[in-house]
């Protein structure tokens, strides 16, 4: 199983681009890179995922180097909204949470 | 379609109480998840599923049963309640590991007293 290690928390303010880096060493061949998205009292909700390079959505960007040893979720000018975990994991069949991102976002 | 849906929304149990927490998903999912999540703290996955017939621990698979006899439920079973078990309870699915999308259904709040 492909471990993720995160930063546990980050501020931002509105209107700003936010990078999130996700570390995942020994992601293996099948592995697909997924990123949630949870607010208190809800469950995990999907933002994007990827197997490698580049993918976009209307929500998020997903950075994914060639050796696929990390990925950075990109959220283009946040609002007080995205405060929320966010949470990478690096799966393929038995998904397995890490601790997550406490993003903050100020006005 | 109406995604994962979990019943019930919340429940108190005194110690020692048994109880089902449901899940049914209507996407015609092979892989489902339970989680707990306590508060917080991040998922810890208790069971899963590939598929009807086929279950698997997770890392958190103590104090729980589960079964899969169709591809649509997978109801997790609480034997013997106690007060570590007091948590919000996520079910999860999705088709193929390989490039799916996961979903949740909106959890299970349970207090064990």
């Known amino acids: 199983l492909a471990k993720t290690t995160q930063p546990i928390s980050m501020d931002s303010y509105e209107g700003q681009e936010v990078n999130i880096t996700c570390s995942h060493n020994?992601?293996?061949?099948?592995?697909?890179i997924t990123w949630y998205q949870q607010f208190p009292s809800q469950g995990p909700r999907f933002i994007i995922q990827?197997?490698?390079t580049k993918v976009t959505n209307e929500v998020a960007s997903l950075f994914i180097p060639a050796d696929r040893k990390s990925s950075t979720l990109s959220l283009p000018r946040v609002s007080l909204s995205d405060t929320a975990v966010y949470y990478c994991?690096?799966?393929?069949?038995?998904?397995?949470f890490g601790t997550g991102t406490r993003l903050q976002v100020f006005p | 379609n109406a995604g994962v849906t979990q019943t019930p929304k919340f429940r108190i149990l005194k110690i020692g109480q048994s109880m089902t927490l449901q899940c049914t998903q209507d996407?015609?999912?092979?892989?489902m998840y339970w989680y707990r999540q306590d508060p917080g703290m991040g998922l810890k996955l208790i069971y899963y599923?590939?598929?009807?017939?086929?279950?698997d621990k997770g890392e958190v698979p103590n104090g729980y049963n589960v079964s899969r006899s169709t591809t649509e439920d997978f109801p997790l079973r609480l034997e013997l309640a106690a007060p570590s078990q007091t948590s919000v309870y996520f079910c999860?699915?999705?088709?193929?590991?390989?490039?799916?999308?996961?979903?949740f259904g909106p959890g299970t709040r349970l207090t064990v007293l």
């Open positions: 994991l690096a799966w393929a069949g038995k998904l397995i």
């Open positions: 020994n992601i293996a061949t099948n592995d697909y």
């Open positions: 990827g197997y490698k």
């Open positions: 996407m015609n999912h092979n892989y």
């Open positions: 599923s590939v598929g009807a017939g086929i279950t």
């Open positions: 999860a699915s999705y088709r193929n590991p390989w490039g799916d999308e996961q979903f």
